[in-house]
């Protein structure tokens, strides 16, 4: 019996996959958010998201981890996205060798400290790797 790839899911040839360069300003987290939001357009098309919010999770991921590399690791920064077998590989490469952390929430402060967190809930997997320039944080998310 001859199978097909599974519903949703892209043929094995195809490669969907992107990556874009950014300055590290501050411009640069919305410029990460459309870049992301092009990339799951054309990945949407080929292979539809399993659940609408998807879509919705991967773009604050990345708008977080744009957002914490031009507060936390000034200079540029590399956004790569590609697809998984069942899921959206993100990973976000800075010029910082310091892991991220955790901090407090305090609301009565203006906020601040949930974008870790919300990363761990939101993802599937998130690991950081140091590299001799920096580091690459990688986030898995469900597609």
Same mark, same amino acid.
């Given at each position: 019996?001859?199978?097909?790839?599974?519903?949703?899911?892209?043929?094995?040839?195809?490669?969907?996959?992107?990556?874009?360069?950014?300055?590290?300003?501050?411009? %640069?987290?919305?410029? =990460?958010?459309?870049?992301?939001?092009?990339?799951? =357009?054309?990945?949407?098309?080929?292979?539809?998201?399993?659940? @609408?919010?998807?879509?919705?999770?991967? $773009?604050? *991921?990345?708008?977080?981890?744009?957002? %914490?590399?031009?507060?936390?690791? @000034?200079?540029?920064?590399?956004?790569?996205?590609?697809?998984?077998?069942?899921?959206?590989?993100?990973?976000?490469?800075?010029?910082?060798?310091?892991?991220?952390?955790?901090? @407090?929430?305090?609301?009565?402060?203006?906020?601040?400290?949930?974008?870790?967190? $919300? $990363?761990?809930?939101?993802?599937?997997?998130?690991? *950081?790797?140091?590299?001799?320039?920096?580091?690459? *944080?990688?986030?898995? $998310? @469900?597609?």
């Amino acid at each position: 019996m001859a199978t097909g790839p599974r519903r949703g899911r892209p043929p094995v040839e195809e490669t969907f996959e992107r990556t874009v360069a950014f300055r590290g300003e501050l411009r %640069n987290v919305t410029g =990460a958010r459309l870049a992301a939001d092009g990339y799951l =357009a054309d990945l949407a098309r080929a292979a539809p998201p399993t659940v @609408p919010e998807s879509w919705d999770d991967i $773009l604050l *991921v990345v708008t977080e981890l744009a957002a %914490n590399v031009v507060q936390y690791a @000034p200079g540029p920064f590399e956004l790569r996205m590609r697809r998984t077998y069942d899921g959206v590989h993100v990973t976000v490469h800075d010029s910082s060798r310091v892991r991220p952390e955790p901090r @407090p929430f305090h609301p009565q402060r203006g906020g601040g400290g949930v974008g870790w967190h $919300l $990363l761990h809930t939101l993802c599937d997997q998130v690991s *950081v790797v140091l590299t001799d320039d920096g580091k690459d *944080v990688h986030a898995f $998310l @469900p597609w």
